[in-house]
């Protein structure tokens, strides 16, 4: 069977031409257009390009940073806490919580009938050394002439120096009492110059050898800054390392010392070991009971590869990098970290010295070829 071939008009031949005429502008402008992408797409990766930084690994010897807590003591041999030896009732006080004492300070006034049998016993042991004395004076003439043996007039002698020691004893213990004072009284005296850090006494309260102590006198020219240190931080901690201290009550100001002494018996409530800071204190800034942050820095043994912490990827528990080889090309890196101190972070494999590790942009061009990875 054959078929027809239909006519071609001059309307079907229009059409035609139409058609071809649209085909060609179509390809015409898609070409053109694919073209204005291409440039455009250069222009941006050139604009990128510009816009990334890159920086040089180094090789350094890391330094352990770790921060403690502390606080700020009373220097133990420089402070004193008075106790009484004997019971009385307390007249007045002359002082106050934080009071600013010097040694032989009159701090207050006590009631005591021990006290008074004690001035009892000094008016007795005085009277029993001038009766020793007045009888030796007698025994002197009798032995001179002649009517007293030698053993008589030494044992006049003896009576005298023991009267003596008796009396000698009786004044020492009022002494350490504290200052007589009229009708039974005596007054306590400051032992030492320093500061008034603990007050147990009012006017009107009883004293007792067994009770708490009166008050606390402490120097605070020099105080220790006691720091607690946990078993998983003592590979960090030795004697003689320097430290840098900061505290609330001077913020922004930094306080340097060394540590002069760290414990070998842990606290066994705190469960830590106790690492000491003796710091002078002329200027009187630290306060006992002071809450106190200590940061150490320890330099480590050997040298590491050092980059800036923000040039490091975290992605699926693993730590990245970009690298930039000569050629200009990038490199997704994994690398793994070892420790970090402020702004830089030191790794222990993945970059060698003198790489180009990218710091700006890195994460569009681990994007870009995470999927080659």
Known sequence: MQHKKLPVGPAARFISIVCLVVLTLTHTACTGSREENRKEENAYADTFRRHIQTTETVQVYPRQELFLTGKVEYDPDRVIRYTPLMSGVVDATYFSLGDRVVKGQLLADVRSVEYSSLRSEIVAARSAVQLAERELR????????????????????????????????????????????????????????????????????TISPEGEPLYTIADLSQVWVTVNVYAGDLRFVKEGMEVEMTMLAYPGEVFT??????????????????????????????????????????????????VPSDALIFDNDRYYVVVKDAAGQYEVRQVIPDSHQGDRTFLSSGLAEGENVVIQNQLLIYADRKGGY
């Open 257 to 306: 010392g060394t540590i002069s002494t760290l414990s070998q018996v842990f606290d066994p409530e705190e469960r830590v070991l106790k690492a000491r800071i003796v710091m002078p204190n002329p200027d009187l800034r630290l306060k006992p009971e002071m809450s106190v942050t200590v940061k150490l820095k320890d330099q480590g043994r050997e040298q590491a590869v050092a």
């Open 138 to 205: 007698a025994a002197r003439t009798l032995f001179d002439d002649g009517m007293l043996s030698e053993r008589e007039w030494m044992e006049a002698q003896a009576a005298v120096s023991q009267a003596e020691a008796e009396l000698r004893k009786t004044e020492h213990d009022m002494t350490v009492l504290g200052t007589d004072r009229p009708g039974g009284a005596f007054s306590l005296q400051a032992p030492m110059s320093g500061f008034v850090v603990e007050k147990n006494i009012s006017s009107g309260s």
